[in-house]
C-alpha cells in the first residue's frame, strides 16, 4: 500500500470526523477542550469565526459532526457537540469587544445581499470587515430570516438571534429591513459590484387531493403557518390537528400546534418512521410532547361537509423494494380516517424567483433552481452569487453559513479581479502536545460516561407557553462532564519510522488493537489481515514504510481513541500526539478578529 | 508524572473466546516498567495464549521472584492467583503450591538473575523434578532493576552501554533445561509473537516442566551497537528451527503442507502441537540432537529459537510421587489427619 503522505492537510482532517462532517468544518474538539477548561469566551469566538452563529446552532443545528463522532463508534452515543456549543453561548461573558472592531477603512466596493438569513449575514459578516460595504435587503422587519420566521420560540428565543445578528450589523452593514427586492435587474441597477442572492426557499409544497379547496380555511402550508406564530399573527388553532409530512418542519409545526390549543395533534408521513427527514432527536421530543407519529399513510382526500373540515383520509400503504434498492409505496387496499379541525402541510420547501428576470444571464435549470458552481457559488451572471437554500435547495442553517464562507472568498476575488476559480488553502499547525514523561497538554484519560442528557423544562410548563424555552442547555457542571467524553481526535498519532525499533509496545498497549506491524499488502488485503480488522473503507489506515525490517506500520483510524498510549509507551518517541488544527481560509479582514487558541493562550 | 490505566474502551468487535471473556479480561493493570520494555511484550503474549486457549483465569497461579520481569505478573490476568516471592524462590514456592493442588495451571515468571543467579539451584531442582508448569525466564542478560550491570546469561565478549566487554561465559538457560530434563524446551523473542504466542499455549497444555526461554531486550540497559540481546541483534541472528501452532483437536488441521514439513505431535491432554519445519533436519523430539543442535548453533553465534524439544508422553512429580489425584483443599479433615491409629500403623511399617 502506498505510505500516507500526512502532509496532505485532507489526510489528519479527516481523523477528525466530527470537523470533517461539519460543512463549515469547525474546529469541535478545539472548542470542547476550551469549554472543559472552563473558557467559554474563547470557545465561543473559535465557533464565531467559524459558524457565525454559535448560540443559535447550539440549539438549533442538524448537527452532521453527531453521527460522525468517533465517539459513537467505540461507545453508544456520539458527544453532545450541538449543545456543548450552546454552553459557549450560554456561559461566555461579553465578547463584543472580541469582535472585529469598526469602522473599517473602506476599499470601495458595494455588495448587495439579497436575504438577512443565515447565508446573507455570513457573507456579510466575512466582507464587512474587509472593507466592503454591505447592504443587507430583506422584507422582514428584522434580521434572521428563516432562523427568526420558521423556528419556534420555544427552541430558540428571539434574543439569541438579536445578539448573534447584532454582532454582523454592528460591523457596519447596513440593512434594508421591511424592503422586498421586486427586481434583480432593477437592484443590480444600482451600481454594485456583486450581489448574493440568500433568499431561501420560501413556498411551501402544497398539497394536491380532492377537497383541499373547499376546506382552505382549515389548511395551512406549514412554513407560513409557522411565521405567522413567529409573528404572533396566529394564536390559536383547533384541538385536533393533523400535520402532514415527515421533517422538521413538520416537527415544529406539531409542538407549536401543542401549544396553541391542539390537544389531539398527529403527524402523518407517507414514507416508514424510519426514512423520515426530521432529526431523530426532534421525532423523539415530539413524541415526549404526546404526538403520535403515523407511517405509512398517503393522504387520499381531506374530507368536509359544508366547506366545514371533518377529516382526512389516507391509502395505507407498504413499502417494496426491487432488486435494485429502489423503494416505491405499494398501496394495501386500506383506507383510514383521521377526524381534525385543522390540517398542518409541512411536506417540503420550493425555490421561487418571481423576482429575478429571464434576461440578465442568470440561466435556470428544469427544476427552477439558478445555474451555480458549487465552489465558488457563482451564477451564470458574473457578479451574481447565490447561497443557502437560494443556491441549491432546502438544506440547514450549518450549510447557509458555509456557503457564505465560500461565496464571500468568490465576492472577495471577484471584487478585486482575481481568479475566483483559485480557492485559498486552509492554515494548518501541527503541534506536539508532550510536556514530560507521561504528561500531555490535553487530558488523555477517556472518560466511560454516557452521553449526558440535556435537562428540560417540565412538559406541563412548557406546553402551555409557546415562548418558553423547552430545553434548559447543560449546566456548567454537565457540560464538563460531557465535554470530558470527547476523545479529541484532532490530537493526531504521529509516526516517524525512522525512529521506531519496532519493539511491539505500542500494539500492545492499544486499547483498541489499531496499530499492527506487518507485511505490506494490498489496502483490501492488508485491512483483513490487521490486528483488528478495518472493514470500514470510509476510514483510513496511516500505512508507514521505512522500518528496519522491512515491514509496514498500519494504523487504522477508525477506532482510535487518541488516548496517547501509544506515544507514551515508546521508548524512543516514534510516536507523538500532535495537536492538528485546521483553519479554513476566509476573507482576510482589514484587522482580524482575535480568535485565541488554546496554544496561544499556553505560550 | 502519571500512569493512567489503559481505558476500558475497547475496539466493537473484540473477540470473546468459548468462556465469553475477551482478551481485554486476561489483562492486569498498567505496566511500570520502562517504556518498551520486551518484558511487557511478553506479558501480552501470555494475555493472548490464555484467551486462545480459553483458560479460565481463576484457575491459574502467577508465581514470581525478584527483578524487572518478576513484576509483570502484575500486568497480565488480574483475575488469577498471584505469589511475588522471595529472590530467586519462586519455583520452590511454585512446587509447593502444586503439590497442594494439582488442579490449577501454574506459571512462573523470572529473569536472567533470578534464575541465573540467585535462584539458580532453584530453578535447577523444579526442572529435574518435572514439576507440571509453564517456567518463562523473560531474559534481557542485565540487572536492569540495578541500572545495567551483566548478568549470569549475558555472553561473553558482549558489551555493556559504555563500551566495556563481558569477560565471563553464559549460562545458556536452554541448554540446562534440556539437561536437566525438562519435557518441553523453547527459546524464543519478545519482538516475535507470532513464534511466541504458540510456544506459551504449547508449554500451558504441556503436563511436565515446560521452560521457555524468552529473550527480551532492555531498552534502557541493553538495546544499543554491540549488545548481544538488542532488538537488532536478535534479529539479525535468529535461527528458528519452526514454527508452532496449537490444536486442541485434530480435525481442525485440514491445511496440506508438502511432506516432511509439517509434524504433528500429540499431547497427553488430546491437544495437537503442529510444528511447520524451518531447518528440515531439526527433530524437535531428540533431546540429544537438540542440545547438540543448539551448541553447533550457538557456536556460529546463531540464537536458535522455536520449539526446541518436547516429550509428548512426558509425565509429572506427581505420577513419580504417586500423590493423591485430589487436591489439600478438597480433602476432608478425616483424610489429611488420619489420627494416632493410622501413624502408628505407618511407624510400624518402617520398623
Known amino acids: ?603 | 508524572m502519571t500512569f493512567l490505566p489503559k481505558p476500558k474502551l475497547h475496539h466493537p468487535k473484540l473477540a470473546s473466546n468459548a468462556l465469553g471473556f475477551t482478551r481485554r479480561d486476561y489483562e492486569g493493570s498498567i505496566s511500570t516498567l520502562c517504556a518498551g520494555c520486551g518484558h511487557d511484550s511478553i506479558s501480552a503474549a501470555i494475555i493472548h495464549a490464555c484467551f486462545e486457549l480459553d483458560l479460565p483465569p481463576h484457575r491459574i497461579a502467577k508465581l514470581s521472584g525478584i527483578g524487572c520481569s518478576s513484576k509483570t505478573p502484575t500486568y497480565f490476568l488480574g483475575n488469577s492467583h498471584g505469589f511475588n516471592s522471595v529472590h530467586g524462590r519462586m519455583p520452590s514456592v511454585l512446587t509447593g503450591a502444586n503439590l497442594a493442588n494439582r488442579e490449577l495451571i501454574y506459571l512462573g515468571v523470572s529473569g536472567d538473575g533470578d534464575s541465573a543467579s540467585i535462584g539458580f539451584g532453584q530453578f535447577a531442582h523444579s526442572i529435574r523434578r518435572g514439576v507440571n508448569m509453564t517456567y518463562i525466564v523473560e531474559n534481557n542478560g542485565v540487572y536492569g532493576l540495578t541500572k545495567g550491570q551483566f548478568s549470569a546469561t549475558a555472553d561473553k565478549g558482549a558489551k555493556n552501554k559504555r563500551g566495556v566487554p563481558n569477560n565471563d561465559e553464559p549460562i545458556d538457560m536452554v541448554s540446562m533445561a534440556l539437561q536437566l530434563g525438562a519435557t518441553y524446551v523453547g527459546r524464543s523473542f519478545s519482538g516475535d509473537k507470532t513464534q511466541l504466542v504458540p510456544l506459551i499455549k504449547g508449554a500451558l497444555t504441556h503436563k511436565g516442566a515446560a521452560f521457555i526461554d524468552c529473550i527480551s531486550p532492555c531498552v534502557a540497559f541493553n538495546n544499543h551497537e554491540g549488545s548481544t540481546k538488542s532488538f537488532d541483534y536478535v534479529r539479525e541472528h535468529n535461527a528458528a528451527v519452526n514454527f508452532l501452532d496449537v490444536f486442541e483437536g485434530r480435525d481442525e488441521i485440514t491445511a496440506d503442507y508438502a511432506p516432511g514439513t509439517v509434524e504433528l505431535v500429540r499431547q497427553h491432554d488430546g491437544t495437537y502441537l503442529k510444528l511447520r519445519k524451518i531447518a528440515n533436519d531439526y527433530d524437535a523430539t531428540d533431546r540429544i540432537s537438540a542440545m547438540n543442535f543448539l551448541q553447533t548453533h550457538h557456536a556460529r553465534g546463531e540464537i536458535v529459537t522455536g520449539l526446541l524439544y518436547v516429550d509428548p508422553d512426558a509425565e509429572d512429580m506427581h505420577a513419580a510421587l504417586g500423590t493423591a489425584t485430589a487436591p489439600l483443599n478438597g480433602m476432608s479433615d478425616e483424610a489429611l489427619v488420619p489420627g494416632n491409629a493410622a501413624l502408628a500403623k505407618l511407624n510400624a511399617s518402617l520398623r
Not at chain 1, 423576482?355 to 435556470?364: N, P, Q
Request: some cysteine; aromatic content about 8%; charged content about 25%.
Open chain 1, 1 to 603: 500500500m502506498k505510505p500516507t503522505d500526512i502532509r496532505n492537510p485532507d489526510y489528519f482532517h479527516k481523523v477528525v470526523d466530527c470537523q470533517w462532517a461539519c460543512p463549515a468544518h469547525t474546529p469541535v474538539p478545539e472548542y470542547i477542550r476550551l469549554i472543559a477548561a472552563g473558557r467559554y469566551d474563547d470557545a465561543y469566538m473559535i465557533n464565531w469565526k467559524s459558524n457565525v452563529f454559535p448560540g443559535i446552532l447550539g440549539r438549533t443545528c442538524d448537527r452532521p459532526c453527531e453521527p460522525a463522532c468517533r465517539r459513537g463508534r467505540v461507545e453508544e452515543e456520539p458527544v453532545a457537540i450541538c449543545r456543548l456549543k450552546r454552553v459557549a453561548a450560554d456561559f461566555k461573558g461579553d465578547v463584543s469587544a472580541r469582535m472585529p472592531q469598526g469602522p473599517f477603512p473602506s476599499n470601495g466596493k458595494r455588495v448587495a445581499v439579497v436575504g438577512a438569513g443565515p447565508a446573507g449575514l455570513g457573507v456579510a459578516r466575512d466582507l464587512a470587515p474587509a472593507g466592503y460595504q454591505v447592504t443587507v435587503f430583506d422584507s422582514a422587519p428584522n434580521g434572521g430570516g428563516f432562523i427568526r420566521s420558521q423556528i419556534p420560540k420555544f427552541r430558540l428565543p428571539d434574543s439569541v438571534i438579536d445578539e448573534e445578528v447584532g454582532y454582523i450589523t454592528d460591523l457596519g452593514v447596513e440593512t434594508r429591513y421591511n424592503t422586498y427586492v421586486p427586481s434583480l435587474k432593477g437592484l443590480m441597477d444600482e451600481g454594485y459590484d456583486a450581489v448574493f442572492v440568500g433568499s431561501g426557499a420560501p413556498r411551501g409544497r402544497e398539497l394536491d387531493v380532492p377537497g383541499r379547496q373547499e376546506a382552505a380555511a382549515n389548511i395551512h402550508i406549514g412554513i407560513d403557518w409557522l411565521s405567522s406564530v413567529s409573528f404572533g399573527h396566529v394564536k390559536s388553532i383547533g384541538k385536533r390537528v393533523i400535520v402532514l409530512g415527515g421533517g422538521n418542519t413538520a416537527m415544529d409545526c406539531c409542538r407549536s400546534a401543542r401549544r396553541l390549543g391542539g390537544e389531539d395533534v398527529k403527524v402523518i408521513v407517507r414514507s416508514g418512521f424510519e426514512e423520515m427527514k426530521a432529526s431523530p432527536w426532534e421525532k423523539e421530543d415530539a413524541m415526549h410532547e404526546d404526538i403520535p407519529i403515523l407511517n405509512f399513510l398517503v393522504p387520499k382526500e381531506v374530507i368536509q361537509k359544508d366547506g366545514q373540515i371533518v377529516g382526512m383520509s389516507f391509502d395505507k400503504v407498504e413499502a417494496k423494494y426491487d432488486d435494485k434498492g429502489r423503494r416505491s409505496l405499494i398501496p394495501t387496499g386500506a383506507v383510514v380516517q383521521y377526524a381534525c379541525d385543522d390540517v398542518l402541510v409541512a411536506i417540503g420547501q420550493e425555490n421561487a424567483f418571481p423576482w429575478i428576470e429571464k434576461d440578465i444571464g442568470i440561466e435556470f435549470d428544469r427544476w427552477g433552481m439558478p445555474k451555480v458552481d458549487d465552489v465558488t457559488f457563482q451564477s451564470t451572471n458574473p457578479k451574481v452569487f447565490f447561497g443557502g437554500d437560494a443556491a441549491f435547495g432546502p438544506k440547514n442553517i450549518i450549510w447557509a453559513v458555509a456557503h457564505a464562507h465560500h461565496a464571500a472568498i468568490s465576492i472577495d476575488k471577484f471584487c478585486q479581479a482575481q481568479d475566483i476559480a483559485e480557492r485559498p488553502a486552509p492554515g494548518v499547525t501541527l503541534v506536539s502536545q508532550k510536556m514530560g514523561i507521561h504528561e500531555w497538554s490535553y487530558d488523555n484519560d477517556v472518560s466511560i460516561d454516557l452521553r449526558f442528557k440535556v435537562p428540560h423544562r417540565e412538559k406541563k410548563l412548557s406546553l402551555v407557553d409557546i415562548k418558553a424555552e423547552v430545553e434548559l442547555g447543560f449546566d456548567p457542571e454537565l457540560a464538563l462532564k460531557e465535554a470530558h467524553r470527547c476523545l479529541n481526535c484532532d490530537v493526531q498519532t504521529v509516526f516517524a519510522p525512522k525512529l521506531c525499533i519496532e519493539c511491539d509496545a505500542c500494539v500492545d498497549i492499544c486499547p483498541v488493537d489499531c496499530i499492527t506491524f506487518t507485511d505490506d499488502g494490498e489496502e483490501d488485503e492488508l485491512r483483513t489481515r490487521l490486528n483488528a480488522p478495518a472493514l470500514d473503507k470510509t476510514q483510513d489506515i496511516y500505512v508507514s514504510d521505512g522500518l528496519k525490517t522491512g515491514r509496514i506500520m498500519a494504523k487504522d483510524e477508525d477506532m482510535c481513541l487518541h488516548c496517547g498510549l501509544c506515544a507514551e509507551r515508546c521508548p524512543t518517541g516514534a510516536w507523538d500526539m500532535q495537536r492538528f488544527l485546521l483553519d479554513m481560509a476566509q476573507v482576510k479582514p482589514v484587522s482580524a478578529p482575535r480568535a485565541t487558541t488554546s496554544l496561544e493562550a499556553l505560550a
